[in-house]
């Protein structure tokens, strides 16, 4: 591993870090080759976390887009909710090997915040989870999840007390405790060995889906779809398609839908190439490299950075980056609940929006694969609350 | 480069440690800035160490976080620091200036403009937390090109090689963090911190200089023969910040490096 994406990546971090950062890659390497690893892992992805997630073939949503056929990856299947857990659990038995029983961890939606807690829980380490004031509100029954499954919540008032500031709360947090204390990420971003570790963790969701699309069509399908916050489910679900003709769609947070610098989450559209959180990647930034305020619907994207892997597959071109707004996202969350019988979390609608535009380019008998990282349950109250706002404002 | 290496020989045959303070640029007011580095310097500061405010400072605690929040509400940047150092050059500050700041705000300046500029305005080397040696080539090679210092760090948990490492890749001074965790003020100093110090010391004859929770001077009394240099930083801000106007700001200053600068000795 370098911990280099083409000219993303890399390892920006305190002194204080490098030393842990070297040591869990060096753990990670070893775990790979440990037969037992693998086995614990496997069973736990199947015993704990339900694995392997069925793949649904949609029959209205994107009919109307050209014939034009939409599957989904069901993540919102697995226990707790969203991908996040399959990161989460990997993570854990990683830090069990290093010795460590304290975890801590950030959290935006609270999906990965509530993985953790699980997943310590189960395995018997300690979890601490930070996450921004701002998020705590709107994901609210997320807060009592985690508290529940026995972790300790600390609120985060700094910056714009989203996931970004959870991030930096974290990360202080462990250059303090770097001895005793994993961080436990929740995407595919941060300083090396972390974006490469979680998307192989994350890696799981891209082979069982092309192997299940395979078997199920007999043929790939024409392109496969998911939504870019940090960038976890996407990467994990694109990483078995690379080697395929096979179009590459990541959908980041457009908000308010009017583009430039500020009022959206899409640092892959609107960003340009800096450092933060230990990482060379596109980022919302102002002409003095200030990081900028961002703003999506969804918390899980509200993110002015994302991991660098997308960074460079932007610049080859292997992955385009579209976006969805804050509206558009809303209306796919209404519409594949209604119409399908599935309700997604607002990230994953933002996924769901996507594809139908990618449908809507698509030839007439396309099929499209869209990664539905989690489920919409933490997200009623917002979601029901921006519903009502969008109506009185159409009055 | 050469001012930094001179300050800190000219310590050494003293056998005085050089007192390195920490002033975030911009805070309260850019205005107040060269003065409170005057301030510094004539209380007995042998380098000023000039933070670059960023919005995301990973390697500081409240106290510095707040300051340079503070800084960037008033629009303090990175060229507006290199005036900074302009103006306390033109004001006859001769003391030698590091800027300290995290990469994105650098990168974003541009490496070759930022070092070319720097050295026109005065500087004497760069101090970024982030930066670690193995991302350091290109920066160095810049800092080399300017005869710029530039530092790196060794924390309590670095191996030997790496604190090797550092210490032959700094230029000037090597950053000694005291402790593990961000900056702020702390009481006590690590009981293990004597023998890290000889640890950094064996690898080689790069000045070191010691700081994270160095506030008081039985601090820097106590480090006196172990180290070449130590920083002071959130204590200083704390007492700038504690100050009610700008002629208390520069006694706040006085006060504080007077009191520090006694025990170097
Ligand atoms: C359901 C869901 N999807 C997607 C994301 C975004 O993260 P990533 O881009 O790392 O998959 C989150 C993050 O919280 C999430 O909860």
Same mark, same amino acid.
């Given at each position: 591993m370098n911990g280099r994406f083409g000219e993303y990546g890399g390892q920006f971090v305190a002194e204080t870090l490098v030393g842990p950062l070297q040591e869990l890659e060096e753990e990670y390497q070893k775990a790979l080759l440990d037969p037992e690893f693998t086995a614990e892992l496997d069973k736990l992805l199947k015993m704990? #976390?339900?694995? !392997?997630t069925p793949i649904t073939e949609l029959h209205?949503?994107?009919?109307?887009?050209?014939g034009v056929k939409l599957w989904l990856k069901r993540e919102d299947l697995t226990h707790t909710g969203a991908h996040k857990i399959n990161n989460s659990i990997g993570q854990a038995l990683l830090a069990r090997r290093l010795g460590k029983k304290q975890i801590i961890a950030e959290t935006g939606a609270g999906q990965h915040g509530v993985a953790v807690a699980a997943a310590c829980a189960y395995l018997g380490l300690e979890a601490t989870v930070y996450m921004g004031r701002v998020d705590a509100e709107r994901q609210a029954p997320n807060v009592q999840r985690m508290e529940l499954l026995g972790a300790r919540v600390e609120l985060v008032d700094l910056g714009t007390a989203t996931l970004k500031d959870a991030i930096n709360a974290a990360i202080r947090e462990w250059i303090a405790r770097?001895?005793?204390?994993?961080?436990?990420?929740?995407? #595919?971003?941060? !300083?090396?060995p972390f974006p490469t570790i979680v998307r192989n963790f994350q890696s799981v969701i891209g082979r069982e889906a092309r192997a299940q699309f395979l078997e199920e069509n007999d043929r790939l399908p024409d392109a496969v779809v998911a939504c870019v916050g940090g960038g976890s489910n996407a990467a994990g679900m694109f990483s078995a398609f690379l080697d395929d003709p096979v179009r590459l769609v990541g959908v980041q947070a457009a908000g308010e839908?009017?583009?430039?610098?500020?009022?959206?989450?899409a640092p892959l559209l609107y960003g340009d190439p800096g450092v933060l959180q230990g990482t060379r990647t596109y980022l919302l930034q102002d002409d003095d490299g200030q990081i900028q305020l961002t703003h999506s619907i969804a918390p899980g994207l509200d993110y002015a950075g994302v991991g660098p892997e997308h960074s460079h597959y932007k610049d080859t071109g292997k992955v385009e980056y579209i976006s969805a707004s804050d509206n558009e996202a809303l209306d796919a969350f209404v519409a594949l609940s209604s119409q399908e019988g599935i309700l997604p979390a607002l990230e994953s609608a933002h996924a769901v929006a996507g594809a139908l535009k990618v449908a809507r380019q698509c030839a007439p008998g396309s099929t499209v694969l869209v990664?539905?990282?989690?489920?919409g349950d933490k997200d009623l109250t917002s979601a029901m609350a921006a519903l009502k706002q969008r109506e009185e404002n159409a009055r | 480069m050469k001012r930094i290496e001179q300050t800190f020989t000219d310590n050494r045959t003293k056998d005085e440690t050089t007192l390195v303070a920490y002033i975030t640029s911009g805070y309260p007011l850019l205005g107040e800035t060269v003065g409170l580095i005057s301030a510094a310097v004539e209380a007995g500061a042998d380098v000023i160490e000039l933070g670059v405010p960023?919005?995301?400072?990973?390697?500081?605690?409240?106290v510095i976080q707040a300051t340079g929040q503070a800084a960037l509400d008033t629009g303090t940047t990175a060229a507006a620091t290199l005036d900074v150092v302009a103006e306390a050059r033109a004001a006859g500050v001769e003391a030698p200036i590091v800027l300290m700041g995290y990469c994105n705000p650098f990168l974003r300046y541009g490496l070759t403009q930022l070092y070319d500029d720097a050295r026109s305005a005065g500087v004497d080397g760069f101090v970024v937390p982030d930066l670690p040696v193995s991302e350091g080539a290109e920066w160095l090679a810049h800092a080399e090109a300017n005869e710029l210092g530039q530092t790196f760090f060794t924390a309590p948990g670095s191996s030997a090689e790496r604190i090797a490492a550092s210490a032959a890749a700094s230029r000037g001074f090597l950053y000694v963090l005291?402790?593990?965790?961000?900056?702020g003020v702390r009481k006590d100093l690590d009981p293990g911190l004597d023998a890290y110090l000889e640890r950094v010391r064996a690898a080689g004859d790069t000045p070191m200089a010691v700081g994270f929770g160095i506030s008081r001077p039985e601090h820097v009394a106590s480090l006196h023969g172990k180290t070449d240099g130590v920083i002071v930083g959130s204590a200083l801000l704390q007492a700038i910040g504690a100050a009610r106007d700008a002629a208390g700001r520069r006694q706040a200053v006085t006060g504080l490096i007077s009191s520090l600068k006694a025990a170097t000795r």
């Open positions: 704990f #976390v339900g694995r !392997p209205r949503l994107g009919a109307t887009e050209n770097p001895d005793t204390t994993h961080y436990l990420l929740g995407s #595919v971003v941060g !300083p090396h839908g009017k583009g430039g610098q500020c009022g959206h989450a990664n539905l990282s989690g489920r | 960023f919005s995301d400072p990973l390697g500081d605690g409240p005291a402790a593990n965790g961000v900056t």
